[in-house]
């Protein structure tokens, strides 16, 4: 008879994978209590962990119960799973800084659209305005949008009314409001929205590096300067970047996170970490006019008022044009009137003074005369377009 077959080989093991850096186990056990509560999972405490992090880290309570705690929930809503990656990313910012108390200067528009922002997402945050009057208005307007964008999610049917009146108190309750600029130096990182000029705002950061503790970072929300002419006067340029958000605030999902020649890689990658943790699509750019959204934007409007300066086309044809061909939300004269006249011909007017050799920076007459009559756009009640709020007229 023929020799028996000879017995099939072994499975090959599996590989395994490499134990993961101290640093990152760190990162994922400090966050362990947020993605317990994002998640539906009872993961155990340090304590009742099998691995503990100091001998190595379980490998799977990352993703998955680790046994402990007899087993899994249902998973709970987004806002909760999003509240999760914003704990992670604070926490990865890593390095020599630990954000967690945010400073904002200035309780305008932006200001405290930033403050509102920064306590959705968890930080304690310190708002000051020099104005009494700024910052209690600034403090109403932040309780006025956080209500009014829980009403909304309770009337969609995303949480119930006791759930929301709780999440109302607790950013509510994050946020503190000074007049005294002293308030904000146990923060461990500073943002400026104050009033766009340029000798102002290095006045300010020349008094504030005296002010804030030396270990914080340093970032202003400026929309046209160098940030490097504002760093260079505050005694820390190596913690210095700029954090450039959108209004409202609250609701876009862009900041650009800028960096000068002497900001260190520490410093910025903490800053777009917490970008990142404010739920913000963060993107670097270095210390360029305009950064990236406003050195194509700016120059696109001034194109389109050439256009309707030159009587190439009406402005409403040039609207429809760029809505219809581009597939643009909103056309160009539209926005600059919703952006504000005013400000386009600020930045402008900058740009061409400080660079005048580009050849994309150049001022239309007819948006000089329109600021010079008052007709500053959507704010003014009449810009290119007549406006009743927010609407056209």
Not at 155 to 177: F, N, P, S
Not at 192 to 203: P, T, V
Not at 286 to 295: E, I, L, S
Request: charged share 20%; glycine share 10%; net charge positive.
């Amino acid at each position: 008879p023929p020799p028996p077959a000879p017995p099939p080989p072994p499975p090959p093991t599996p590989p395994t994978r490499p134990p993961a850096p101290a640093a990152r186990r760190r990162v994922w056990w400090s966050a362990l209590p947020t993605l317990s509560r994002a998640f539906g999972r009872s993961l155990p405490p340090p304590s009742a962990c099998p691995s503990p992090p100091a001998s190595g880290g379980c490998s799977r309570w990352t993703t998955r119960c680790c046994g402990a705690c007899g087993g899994c929930g249902t998973a709970r809503p987004r806002a909760a799973a999003a509240a999760a990656a914003r704990s992670l990313s604070a926490a990865a910012a890593g390095g020599d800084f630990d954000i967690k108390r945010v400073g904002v200067i200035g309780m305008g528009l932006m200001g405290h659209g930033i403050a509102q922002a920064a306590a959705q997402s968890g930080f304690t945050v310190v708002a000051a305005d020099a104005n009494a009057d700024a910052a209690a208005k600034g403090a109403a307007a932040i309780d006025k949008s956080v209500s009014g964008l829980l009403g909304k999610a309770v009337a969609k049917g995303k949480m119930g009314q006791e759930d929301a009146d709780k999440e109302r108190e607790a950013v509510l309750g994050r946020i503190t409001t000074s007049s005294d600029m002293g308030a904000v130096a146990d923060c461990d990182i500073v943002v400026e929205a104050i009033i766009e000029d340029l000798e102002i705002k290095r006045g300010f950061w020349r008094d504030m590096g005296g002010i804030v503790q030396p270990s914080a970072i340093f970032a202003s929300n400026t929309s046209s300067f160098r940030i490097e002419l504002m760093a260079e006067v505050s005694g820390r340029g190596d913690r210095f970047v700029g954090l450039h958000f959108f209004n409202p605030v609250q609701l876009m999902k862009l900041v650009e996170v800028v960096r000068t020649p002497l900001t260190s890689d520490a410093a910025f990658d903490a800053a777009m970490a917490f970008g990142r943790a404010l739920g913000k699509e963060a993107v670097a750019c270095k210390d360029t006019p305009g950064f990236v959204v406003n050195r194509l934007l700016v120059p696109y409007l001034a194109q389109a008022i050439l256009l309707l300066e030159r009587g190439d086309a009406s402005a409403d044809d040039i609207d429809a044009a760029m809505r219809f061909g581009a597939g643009h939300p909103m056309g160009p004269i539209t926005l600059a009137d919703y952006v504000g006249l005013d400000t386009s011909l600020y930045i402008l007017e900058g740009w061409v003074r400080d660079y005048p050799g580009e050849a994309a920076f150049v001022v239309p007459d007819i948006l000089r005369r329109k600021v010079a009559e008052g007709k500053l756009g959507r704010k003014s009640g009449e810009g290119f377009f007549k406006w009743d709020g927010n609407k056209r007229a």
